[in-house]
């Protein structure tokens, strides 16, 4: 079993910075691709940021420039560095991964429990 710990969220003034971190622990042989989704109040989940294993990063368009993905491997961590906050920024923010837990068996998605940022004045 595998789990997925987010930290790092709060309240934040437009403008601000937070930076997120996620932990996987459990039974881990590999992990590919490690990203963040976000969910605000009546919309659908979307995709903000997810990175490779090999450090390769993707973001959405509405955070390209403001918000950077990284991780730690050795760690099982991946962080979101996110600058320039503005209230649109507003959701609950989820960690995924997808984890192999043995050696050859196929990569499956896991999901944190989310954290909440909010951005206001």
């Known amino acids: 079993q595998v789990q997925l710990v987010e930290s790092g969220g709060g309240l934040v003034q437009p403008g601000g910075s937070l930076r997120l971190s996620c932990v996987a622990s459990?039974?881990?042989?590999?992990?590919?691709?490690m990203g963040w989704y976000r969910q605000a109040p009546g919309k659908e989940r979307e995709l903000v940021a997810d990175?490779?294993?090999?450090?390769?990063?993707n973001y959405a368009n509405s955070v390209k420039g403001r918000f950077s993905i990284s991780r730690d491997n050795a760690m099982n961590t991946v962080y979101l560095q996110m600058n320039s906050l503005k209230p649109e920024d507003t959701a609950a923010y989820y960690c995924?991964?997808?984890?192999?837990?043995?050696?050859?068996?196929?990569?499956?998605?896991?999901w944190g429990q989310g954290t909440l940022v909010t951005v206001s004045s």
């Open positions: 990175i490779t294993r090999g450090g390769f990063p």
């Open positions: 459990g039974y881990i042989f590999s992990i590919d691709t």
């Open positions: 995924n991964a997808r984890v192999a837990g043995i050696p050859g068996s196929t990569y499956l998605g896991v």
